[in-house]
């Protein structure tokens, strides 16, 4: 099989408003286009001498553009079904790119499509197939009130959920009341997490996870930047609760053994969006493993749910809760529907649903 063309779609669309916030000085929801001025996404389309199609998308519609006529194009005529050949070439070009680390999975993940559709079965069996029934976390936006946290969270209790992650205020003591409420709410037999978002120094971290080792929560995720690998190892040493770290840092798996050489977290995140595509997550989960460690995927979506149920070292699915309405549906969204706290990953080949191509020909703004 060989690549024919690599296309990329850039559509526009008038930004909605923000329906969700994160921590103090963090953007919310959005790419911060302010509301009703044009924003710009990208669909990379990847065609094959077979017929197949396989693609991927992203937020950063003009600059993935400028990425696939420049240097993706060069990958065309290659054989889509060798994707650790092809993502060695496309981490050479970032070599000099620099390319964002969303671009640098797309191609893998389009490729990946192709594979999955080639071969008839979902991805979660082709990279491994450990269980396609994955329990899911409810992981919180930042909401405004003590009430609002109380609230949601026991909607989603009812819904099913018996785990749940914190974006909080940012405010260490807020913070800590809001994590030992969760405990009350949530009862002794749940499971809990909270996500620091990088906003705080060593001090006030480590100060912190004594609060979350106090109410038994099962990780204590990014309560720093991922720059100074010292704290974060001092902080692994003066905790007894794990801390998972490595989300957002680049250079996929060589980033993560420095990582783990350092002895700077107790559990490795990973994700399809954020390590280099399908390839670059399967390589830093496995690698995790290779050292007793678990890698937590991060974030929704087909690409993540798949690598959820091919991979032994994963407790939990990340499903983003926002609000009364959104919570209540969330059993009824389709393959990627959350019902009894649990998500079964679908069989179907591929990586999701394909739009009406000559639909998206027609809106694009720009096309390569």
Same mark, same amino acid.
């Given at each position: 099989m060989k690549i024919t063309d690599i296309q990329c779609y850039v559509l526009e669309r008038p930004a909605p408003p923000e329906i969700f916030r994160w921590r103090r000085g963090l953007a919310g929801s959005g790419d911060g286009t302010p509301s009703g001025e044009p924003t710009y996404s990208a669909i990379l389309k990847v065609e094959t001498d077979a017929g197949i199609i396989g693609m991927a998308g992203s937020g950063n519609g003009h600059a993935t553009a400028s990425v696939a006529r420049r240097r993706l194009k060069s990958l065309v005529g290659m054989d889509p079904?060798?994707? $650790?050949r092809l993502w060695k070439e496309v981490? $050479?070009?970032d070599r000099l790119e620099e390319m964002t680390m969303i671009q640098l999975g797309l191609l893998d993940a389009a490729c990946w499509d192709i594979k999955s559709r080639a071969a008839g079965l979902p991805l979660y069996a082709l990279l491994g197939g450990y269980d396609n029934r994955v329990p899911a976390y409810a992981s919180t936006v930042t909401w405004d009130t003590m009430e609002e946290y109380e609230r949601h969270i026991k909607e989603c209790?009812? $819904?099913?959920?018996?785990a749940f992650k914190l974006h909080a205020w940012g405010d260490a003591k807020e913070d800590a009341r809001l994590s030992r409420n969760l405990r009350k709410w949530a009862g002794d037999d749940a499971d809990l997490m909270f996500d620091g978002s990088a906003g705080w120094d060593y001090a006030t971290s480590l100060k912190f996870g004594r609060v979350l080792e106090e109410a038994n929560f099962l990780w204590y995720e990014e309560p720093m930047r991922e720059f100074d690998l010292p704290s974060y190892t001092q902080l692994c040493l003066s905790l007894d609760i794990p801390v998972l770290a490595a989300e957002t840092s680049d250079g996929c798996h060589w980033n993560a053994a420095t990582w783990i050489q350092y002895r700077a977290l107790d559990m490795m995140r990973t994700s399809a969006h954020y390590k280099g595509g399908i390839t670059g997550a399967i390589k830093v989960a496995h690698l995790a493993e290779s050292f007793g460690m678990r890698a937590q995927v991060h974030g929704g979506g087909y690409a993540n749910a798949h690598l959820c149920a091919a991979i032994p070292n994963n407790d939990y699915y990340e499903e983003l809760v926002i609000d009364t309405e959104?919570?209540?549906?969330?059993?009824?969204?389709g393959p990627l529907a959350v019902a009894d706290g649990?998500?079964?990953v679908p069989d179907e080949p591929g990586l999701g649903p394909h739009p009406d191509w000559a639909e998206v020909e027609k809106k694009a703004?720009?096309?390569v």
């Open positions: 079904l060798r994707t $650790e981490w $050479e070009i209790m009812d $819904e099913g959920f018996k959104q919570i209540k549906n969330l059993k009824r969204q649990c998500i079964t703004v720009l096309i």
